[in-house]
């Protein structure tokens, strides 16, 4: 375990989608003191639900039961009861603490909900096989869930964001993730298992 997982009292938690916990949240800017439910941890962030989640601002701090110490944290999107967190440490280093390697790209894609409703255009500026980290306007509007539609692909990919702020975000690629899947369309599947076998899938896609 990282250092800074071992000092993050939130990684309990950690990649398990159903467990959530109750937890105490301390807003630094305006020192407003909020009930919330914490769930979908992750080494990049979480989710916070409350009644009271807009009195939230940015700079927060999260105290788990019975922890001694606060998680520091940023709010990076507010939506109806629910806040999209990224934790302070991962924030500032995310770019550079991977487990893959990462290749500078300048890739144009389109990034949009699953049902298509909201579309934004942005720039993929750095990729692995795994994840990439792109720029666009607008990245808090979106779902945790997205699709990042790429010239060189035939279809979208579904991604999902680790972090992100208003200019920029970090993505996992979902590759076994289709569309067709909610439908049972095996041939969609069988497509998406082609592509994730390449070594660096978006890395060829620096050909537009």
């Known amino acids: 375990m990282t250092t800074e997982s071992s000092e993050n009292t939130l990684f309990h938690l950690k990649d398990q989608p159903d467990a959530e916990e109750e937890v105490l949240v301390v807003d630094f800017d305006n020192l407003s003191v909020v009930n919330a439910v914490v769930s979908n941890v ?91 980290r792109v720029k666009a306007k607008g990245l808090t509007a979106l779902p945790e869930e ?18 992100r702020n208003e200019s920029s975000a970090g993505m996992r690629l979902l590759w076994n993730r289709t569309l067709e899947q909610d439908d049972t369309t095996a041939g969609g599947a069988a497509d998406d298992a082609d592509m994730s076998s390449e ?10």
Not at 148 to 159: E, G, Q, S
Not at 199 to 208: N, Y
């Open 42 to 132: 992750n080494e990049w962030g979480c989710r916070l639900t409350s009644v009271d989640i807009q009195q939230l601002y940015k700079n927060i701090g999260i105290r788990a039961k019975d922890a001694g110490k606060l998680v520091k944290a940023h709010v990076t999107s507010v939506k109806g009861n629910d806040a999209a967190v990224v934790f302070a440490k991962q924030e500032k280093m995310g770019s550079d603490k991977r487990r893959e390697k990462r290749n500078d790209v300048k890739i144009p894609v389109k990034i949009a909900d699953l049902d298509g409703i909201t579309e934004i255009e942005g720039t993929i500026v750095d990729a692995g096989k795994n994840g990439c």
């Open 146 to 163: 997205v699709l990042l539609t790429m010239n060189k692909f035939d279809r979208p990919v579904v991604a999902e964001f680790a972090w």
């Open 199 to 208: 070594d660096d899938p978006l890395q060829s896609a620096t050909e537009f």
